[in-house]
């Protein structure tokens, strides 16, 4: 399904600022080795994602789901001075290539990678969150939101990610366990009375929530 019009797409991107080098060089490397491009967050929303952060200047970033370090790099622009963004991701050879592309950024000295369960790591990390990015395992999400959600602090945010899961969690009878959780995930999130939120449409849908 094409959620968003190829040509209202092409526009925006156009009328965007443009991604940097190392950014332009992690959308070529996922296309050239076909990974799943859809787990890159892109052009377009990896802009979002550094405006938002500018906005905010988080101390501290978390972020669920590294694949291979596009969003993170995006995020931690807007990190303040003394910032920090950990990034979790479960998927080891995504982790290290992830790594290798940290190490020519210059944010490498303010991004703290981990690699394996975010279910488990989670609740090593003795963290209070400005700002949580969730894109990972989507049968989890109401288990990470549950996890971070105490350390967040009042009026910080939390982004979700692909919350129309390619059109698919926009069916109620849907049947792929991706497409369940993200809709289980959706229905917790509009019923929860301590957040404020908005669906952001864009690419795959972006839930923005806002701890009350």
């Not at 797409?9 to 996922?30: C, M, R, T, V, W």
């Not at 490498?108 to 700002?131: F, M, Q, V, Y």
């Not at 999400?141 to 350390?151: A, E, K, S, T, W």
Request: with cysteine.
């Amino acid at each position: 399904m094409d959620l968003i019009n190829p040509v209202v797409q092409e526009y925006a991107e156009n009328f965007s600022s443009d991604s940097d080098g190392l950014l332009k060089e992690i959308d070529s490397y996922a296309r050239q080795q076909k990974l799943d491009y859809q787990m890159l967050s892109g052009h377009l929303q990896g802009k979002v994602l550094e405006m938002i952060s500018y906005m905010i200047k988080p101390k501290r970033i978390l972020e669920i789901g590294t694949f291979v370090g596009y969003s993170a790099l995006c995020l931690a622009k807007g990190l303040s001075e003394d910032g920090q963004l950990h990034t979790i991701e479960g998927v080891e050879k995504f982790a290290e290539k992830a790594q290798e592309f940290f190490k020519q950024s210059i944010y490498r000295d303010k991004i703290i990678s981990h690699t394996g369960n975010a279910l488990t790591i989670i609740p090593t990390l003795n963290e209070k969150w400005d700002l949580v990015f969730i894109d990972a395992h989507k049968p989890e999400y109401i288990g990470y939101f549950n996890l971070v959600f105490p350390g967040l602090r009042k009026n910080g945010f939390i982004l979700a990610d692909n919350i129309f899961f390619h059109g698919e969690a926009l069916n109620d009878k849907a049947t792929g366990k991706n497409a369940i959780g993200i809709r289980a995930f959706n229905d917790y999130v509009r019923q929860n009375e301590n957040i404020d939120k908005v669906i952001l449409t864009i690419r795959d849908g972006l839930y923005l929530i806002r701890k009350i």
